[in-house]
């Protein structure tokens, strides 16, 4: 696995202050079932997003089921076991559900913050610096994904590209997926996704596109919600 890069920020600890800072991590979003299911699919072409739910519910079903039965569980994530809360005055004292509650506890995994860390660089946030979903973009056509001295990738007209970043794709029926290009002018042309993964989204431009300085957006609505993606600077042509 290739070496992440994780956002940091530095607040004041207001209940010690003699303890100085404490370090905040800069999350990019949040994850549900459904957006690791997308990537479950994205890492392996052999596997559907059936199977993948399929295998996750019975997974899911068969760790209560065996909680509920009274074991203790180790996986390669967590550790998880049932306590009881709530005092017995007497040896002889039952279980009495007015009096006393059972909870699940999750402790992770031995070796698994070492595993996760381990293929972290910490960077810290800097001033005025906001999250960045969008990564990047691969011109299939010239094979390049490296911008210019400018900041603008290229992308040949005619041809599809890809572009890369962190949870492109939010599985809900009614999402919609947006994505144009706006030139100088302010005129916009829209574009539509061929493939989308949470990691990368492929689409292709038209022959008669106008050459020239474009900003790319990236925008997906979800019920009532709007996620924009942010902008990347691409310079269109042959």
């Known amino acids: 696995m290739n070496e992440q890069i994780i956002y940091y920020e530095t607040q004041k600890n207001h209940v010690n202050e003699e ?28 596997i559907t997003r059936q199977d993948a739910l399929a295998v996750i519910s019975l997974y899911e079903e068969v ?14 994530l967590f550790q998880a076991r049932l306590f009881m809360k709530g ?44 999250k960045q979903y969008l990564k990047g973009i691969h011109d299939f056509a010239s094979d390049s ?18 572009l890369t970043g962190s949870n492109l794709k939010i599985y809900h029926y009614e999402g919609r997926y947006k994505l144009n290009l706006k030139d100088s002018s302010g005129k916009i042309y829209d ?17 008669d596109l106008p050459e020239g300085l474009y900003t790319l957006s990236y925008q997906v609505e979800y019920g009532q919600i709007i996620r924009d993606y942010g902008n990347l600077k691409v310079q269109i042509g042959d």
């Open 191 to 207: 574009l539509k996704p061929a493939n989308i993964t949470p990691s990368k989204l492929t689409s292709s431009l038209a022959r």
């Open 145 to 162: 994904n490296i911008p210019n001295e400018e900041g603008y990738y290229k992308i040949t007209r005619g041809n599809a590209f890809a």
């Open 19 to 46: 303890a100085g800072y404490h370090g905040k991590i800069q999350y990019i979003d949040h994850l549900d079932p459904n957006d690791i299911i997308d990537s479950m699919v994205a890492k392996n072409t052999t």
């Open 63 to 76: 760790i209560i089921e065996h909680l509920q039965k009274g074991y203790s569980l180790a996986t390669g």
């Open 87 to 130: 005092r017995f005055q007497k040896e002889g004292d039952l279980f009495d559900k007015d009096k006393h509650t059972t909870h699940v506890v999750f402790r992770p995994a031995i070796g698994l913050n070492d595993k996760i860390s381990s293929h972290i660089s910490f960077h810290k946030r800097q001033e005025g610096i906001t």
